[in-house]
């Protein structure tokens, strides 16, 4: 049967179930194997969707009305970070694939927050030991409390966060997974029966990641960006108050934003220069509260500066992340350009993204995840200065606002974070090449 033949015949097998019951919002709209973890968002593939981080990794799962419970059993991995979140849709119709956005379930857990099972040890609560056993339960009809997220909505994404795996010298194939497997997952329906579901293999079937990618950004919709170009060489970073509930937005992280403008400037190059924060060795094997080497202190979990489309699917061009930053005396110099690889002109200790396809507008994201309590110097810290919100700006899909929502604010970002803050602006290669990043920087 050729491929086409059977997708119209499974269109239309889903079309009937809705009409015999429309009540029932059906998962395998994105599932049509009914597996566990059918999506990866990642930097490969079909998964490149959202502006997935170079070293993350994110399995999505729907949960639908035809299940109570969903239960995830899994073994705590050799990793920085995991977590687990609910995405609420918000007005789902199945019929025709459409939302009105999605809302963050008020209780999620991360690593250290997931209680280990009876018996067992959770490794990134001190003073650590062996990797031990967990249970999350996602629940229609519980409250959220301990490892319990409480969910109400017709259609909700249960989303598994994992960053940067420790090495991996036994070369196990669980590579990105720290070492373990995906955690398995068992549904109960209405009538208290129980069934584990096999894990997807391969992942992101065609027919599934294409309905994801159409679900988040319907053919209809035109997502057409227009950021203008910039009044000076100076690009500042802000933070988006309510970062678009499109992007599924880490409820464990804040984000900065630079867009360069509408056009990649012939000749020139975009640089960026800032203090780096301290971040856990776990890639060496360290627990998460140690510091990496070259560090005496853990400012945060994790950060990274990474480079998106800013057009339909918001693919990822590049990062430049904590573990792989080349650094000079504490701080990171990273240069985009439009080469298609790393230019030989560049220093070893500078960072290098490509700017990818000239096509497309672009904008810079700056992540910052768990800072320490006594570090004041995160995007965190911006959301807290007085008055209340002040360096933070609007922004919404489709529509985005000018530019200058980004210069007003920006400069209020940069008092809060000082040394920490990314500077950026476009300059000419020639004043690089000969002048370094503070020649491009002097006096702005």
Not at 37 to 63: C, H, K, T
Not at 134 to 146: D, E, F, P, Q
Not at 180 to 189: A, C, G, R, S
Request: overall charge negative.
């Amino acid at each position: 049967m050729k491929v086409s033949t059977w997708i119209g015949i499974f269109g239309c097998l889903m079309t009937l179930s809705f009409l015999i019951n429309p009540d029932v919002v059906r998962a395998q709209n994105f599932n049509y194997r009914g597996c566990a973890w059918p999506i990866e968002l990642s930097p490969e593939g079909s998964g490149n969707v959202q502006g997935p981080d170079g070293a993350a990794r994110y399995w999505a799962m729907p949960f639908d009305t035809q299940y109570e419970t969903m239960t995830i059993k899994g073994t705590y991995p050799n990793i920085r970070f995991f977590s687990f979140a609910a995405y609420e849709t918000i007005d789902y119709d199945p019929l025709n694939n459409t939302n009105k956005g999605f809302h963050l379930a008020e209780h999620h857990l991360y690593d250290a927050q997931i209680t280990p099972d009876p018996g067992s040890t959770n490794p990134f609560v001190p003073p650590g030991g062996r990797n031990g056993n967990y249970t999350v339960t996602i629940s229609r009809n519980s409250t959220s409390s301990g490892n319990t997220i409480g969910v109400s909505s017709d259609l909700t994404w249960v989303v598994l966060r994992m960053y940067v795996a420790d090495a991996d010298p036994s070369q196990s194939g669980q590579s990105l997974m720290g070492g373990v497997p995906l955690p398995t997952i068992t549904v109960t329906d209405q009538a208290g029966a129980s069934k584990q579901l096999e894990a997807c293999f391969p992942i992101n079937k065609w027919l599934d990641a294409s309905a994801f990618a159409q679900f988040l950004f319907p053919p209809a919709v035109d997502l057409s960006i227009d950021e203008g170009m910039p009044s000076s060489d100076r690009l500042w970073f802000a933070s988006p108050l309510d970062p678009p509930s499109i992007l599924w937005p880490n409820p464990d992280g804040k984000y900065m934003m630079m867009w360069p403008g509408n056009k990649y400037q012939p000749g020139r190059i975009i640089v960026i220069h800032g203090k780096a924060p301290g971040f856990p060795g776990t890639f060496e094997g360290s627990p998460i509260w140690r510091p990496a080497r070259g560090f005496r202190t853990v400012d945060m979990r994790y950060w990274a500066v990474c480079e998106q489309d800013f057009a339909p699917p918001l693919s990822l061009v590049g990062c430049v992340t904590d573990l792989t930053t080349r650094l000079e005396g504490g701080y990171y110099t990273i240069v985009i350009t439009d080469d298609r690889q790393r230019p030989d002109w560049l220093r070893p200790n500078v960072n290098w993204l490509p700017y990818g396809d000239e096509q497309y507008p672009k904008f810079v994201v700056i992540r910052n995840m768990l800072p320490a309590p006594d570090f004041p110097y995160a995007i965190q810290n911006v959301w807290a200065a007085p008055p209340d919100h002040y360096c933070t700006f609007d922004l919404s899909f489709p529509n985005v606002p000018d530019r200058t929502a980004l210069d007003e604010k920006g400069p209020c970002a940069k008092e809060v974070m000082g040394d920490y803050y990314p500077d950026a602006v476009w300059c000419d290669k020639s004043t690089f090449v000969h002048g370094g990043w503070q020649a491009c920087l002097k006096g702005r």
